[in-house]
């Protein structure tokens, strides 16, 4: 599947604050009980921590919704 952009205004989001962002979760305290029954890979490895950052150009795939993403940060240049 190819990856859809996603364009942020810093230098990195969180998983937590990235799935909320693209409403696949409705609020932060969500993403805990989301990544714990659901996968979800950050650059084609499993990802559980709701902190963990996204940088510019890393990829993060939900298979099972059969979504794909790529990080595009602002950010990424300052």
Do not use: H
Request: net charge negative; charged share 25%; hydrophobic share 40%.
């Amino acid at each position: 599947m190819t990856p859809e952009t996603v364009q942020i205004d810093d230098q990195y989001i969180t998983l937590a604050q990235f799935l909320k962002y693209i409403n696949i979760i409705g609020s932060g305290g969500e993403a805990k009980l989301f990544l714990a029954d659901i996968e979800v890979l950050y650059n084609g490895e499993i990802e559980q921590r709701r902190g963990k950052k996204l940088y510019d150009g890393d990829v993060i795939d939900i298979p099972s919704l059969d979504l794909s993403f790529v990080i595009d940060a602002d950010g990424a240049a300052e």
